[in-house]
């Protein structure tokens, strides 16, 4: 047995083990592979197979899933030695709505909770019939495959409604949830040209209700290739005014139901996400139809043991790509709970009161509102009754180690925590959980199968425990068909391939976390993410990852978060950290030494912060990342593009000409 510095936090039971999707789907390739497969319960050498075997894998992928739609066994991938250029199923025709609307007609396919205590479900039979309304109407906008439909619209039932609408067409959906700005939007969506507009009129947040009635007006206005605004009465205090020349949602349901979906190639796009375009025009990142689906089948079905008994919730809104994937899990015929508010309105349980009314089996969020909950004291587990309560997940930013230990102990002790990672760039993970695996605190518990994960060095050569950059050295289906308006693939090779030549380069700070095989535990390679890359602090040449300095100050009771950058100073680099405090609590110098303290004893001296500085609030992204690239820019006197991509840009001003910095 490991000591316990090393013993992982949680186990899988025998039962879970025998039941998983992944033993079933291990089984099925036993039978069309008896002489090619390792022993079932040996994730790494499953993993080592299917990167070996990407047509076999991706094949059975598609058989033991039953996706609709045609292919042709001889022809899984072509060019695959290309990255890019690799294509996947080529010839193969298939419809992303019809594979998400397969579930039990009377089965509940979607519940919707608003913070302001409103709520509606759906059944796959309803689901399917409103879609289908509704995607008569776009045809009769003259939406058809290949056109863009936006949706300016909060997480719920009128959302997936419209993109499985969108996807019967063969159409691409693409959405901003309406706290963007309305510059923000529109640098978002002027760059697609929607031929339609599905838009809401307003919603609600902490208590407050937002009208935004106007900043749709001004996107009607801006987009000249808008055939049809449709409008949905989201808000009954904001109404939209009599007479204007839009579509009412009830008015856009009442055509007959279209008994067809449209089928059309593997790679014909499907979605079009953002980057947050803090550092420029927000890259439109386009991802395919036949790569979605897999990927995200793969995920939800092999990673974490979704099937059509599980009721699924991720904390998201239509502008973060887990909404994608959140709806993914219909196609495996799941009950999935959406929600639209403040996760801590109207009060700091609310969504652990969801979990409990829903009998929700999969719980989702960020890193940060975990931590947020353990600062307000949260205890779940004893205060809610999470029977049903299997898989935690968590994304957007490194889970501390600190948060591992408070799920555990006070949401649920037996669960699968599993901390994903990937991105909008791949709409899915390079990295998550694992039904197979035990949980070491800390760690992402595995690569995804079918992805080449490596951690290589400056020189392009592979870290065994070293901190490096996260690298995928092989094709896999959900990589961007490419960005929109890029037609010779510059920028998109740019992005992705400029670092490391033929090699997918994700801009993660990460390391492989090997735990070799014992008598009661597998073998495992875990992972884990120290940051961004390119936020990587290099005082002295020393490379260290923001997210290890994070998981030492949250855990002082008076930080509610910090964010570091890198400050130029005197022919070096200096590691400067800003902390918003609780309410009512100034920093110290008794304070300030006990961060300084509590970083060189559980890191390194090169990890303390040469300056510490309390400021009232951190900006960060609409989906809740911190910006540490705009505060950098701020600190040294450049200019901070694209502000409206900001959730806070009044934030920024704490940053400005701070005389601290001075000297």
Not at 520 to 549: C, F, K, S, W, Y
Request: charged letters at 20%; one cysteine or more.
């Amino acid at each position: 047995m490991s000591d316990s510095a090393t013993a992982p936090l949680w186990r899988p039971s025998s039962q879970r083990l025998e039941h998983a999707n992944l033993t079933r789907f291990h089984a099925y390739l036993e039978q069309q592979y008896p002489d090619e497969l390792p022993v079932s319960g040996n994730y790494q050498a499953l993993h080592r197979w299917s990167v070996s075997n990407p047509e076999k894998f991706w094949q059975a992928i598609w058989q033991f899933h039953d996706v609709r739609g045609q292919f042709d066994p001889a022809q899984i991938l072509a060019d695959g030695d290309k990255m890019p250029g690799a294509r996947w199923f080529p010839g193969a025709t298939l419809n992303f709505a019809e594979n998400l609307l397969r579930g039990e007609p009377d089965a509940t396919a979607l519940v919707e909770q608003r913070e302001d205590g409103r709520g509606r479900s759906m059944s796959y039979g309803e689901l399917s019939d409103a879609s289908a309304r509704l995607a008569t109407t776009l045809a009769e906008a003259g939406v058809t495959a290949g056109d863009r439909v936006a949706g300016f619209i909060s997480n719920g039932l009128e959302a997936v409604i419209t993109m499985l609408a969108t996807a019967r067409l063969g159409a691409v959906w693409s959405s901003c949830s309406p706290d963007f700005g309305y510059q923000g939007v529109l640098d978002r969506f002027s760059q697609i040209r929607p031929k339609v507009l599905v838009a809401v009129n307003g919603y609600s947040y902490n208590g407050k209700t937002i009208d935004v009635r106007e900043r749709v007006q001004q996107l009607t206005g801006a987009l000249p290739d808008l055939a049809c605004c449709v409008t949905i009465d989201n808000q009954p205090e904001c109404p939209w005014p009599e007479g204007s020349d839009t579509l009412p949602w009830h008015l856009a349901l009442s055509r007959a139901p279209m008994s067809d979906f449209t089928p059309v190639a593997f790679d014909a796009p499907l979605y079009i996400l953002y980057s947050s375009g803090t550092t420029g025009a927000p890259k439109c990142i386009v991802h395919s139809v036949g790569g979605t689906l897999f990927q995200h089948i793969k995920e939800l079905s092999l990673h974490t043991d979704v099937t059509s008994k599980d009721v699924v919730f991720y904390y998201t809104t239509t502008g973060w790509m887990m909404w994608n994937w959140l709806v993914s899990g219909l196609a495996l015929g799941a009950t999935l709970v959406l929600f639209d508010g403040s996760p801590f309105a109207p009060t700091p349980e609310v969504l652990w009161q969801l979990a409990e009314e829903q009998g929700v089996t999969v719980f989702g969020a960020s890193a940060k509102y975990y931590a947020a909950c353990e600062k307000a004291g949260l205890t779940p587990g004893g205060s809610h009754d999470l029977k049903y309560l299997k898989t935690v997940l968590s994304t957007g930013s490194p889970l501390a180690q600190e948060s591992f230990d408070y799920i555990y102990r006070d949401i649920k002790q037996d669960l699968l925590l599993a901390s994903i990672s990937g991105g909008t760039d791949i709409v899915s993970c390079f990295a998550l959980g694992c039904p197979w695996l035990p949980v070491y605190r800390g760690e992402l518990q595995c690569a995804g199968l079918g992805m080449d994960v490596a951690v290589l060095d400056d020189q392009g050569q592979p870290c065994a425990t070293a901190k490096g950059e996260l690298v995928c050295r092989k094709p896999f289906p959900s990589m961007p068909i490419g960005f929109w308006n890029d037609p010779h693939g510059e920028r998109y090779r740019s992005a992705y391939f400029s670092r490391f030549a033929g090699l997918w380069a994700q801009g993660d700070f990460a390391q492989l976390c090997p735990h070799p095989a014992s008598v009661e535990l597998p073998a495992q390679q875990g992972l884990m993410i120290h940051g961004r890359a390119d936020a990587v602090l290099n005082p002295g040449g020393v490379r260290i990852g923001t997210a290890e300095i994070y998981r030492q100050v949250e855990t002082i009771d008076s930080v509610l978060e910090g964010l570091a950058i890198g400050q130029q100073w005197q022919d070096d680099v200096r590691v400067v950290l800003f902390v918003r405090l609780r309410e009512g609590i100034t920093l110290t110098p008794e304070l300030a030494q006990q961060i300084r303290h509590t970083i060189r004893a559980n890191t390194t001296p090169r990890h303390v912060p040469a300056k510490i500085i309390q400021v009232a609030d951190i900006p960060r992204t609409l989906s809740g990342k911190i910006v540490e690239l705009a505060v950098r820019n701020v600190v040294h006197g450049e200019t901070v593009k694209n502000q409206d991509a900001l959730a806070n840009p009044e934030a920024l001003a704490y940053f400005s000409n701070l005389p601290e910095l001075a000297n």
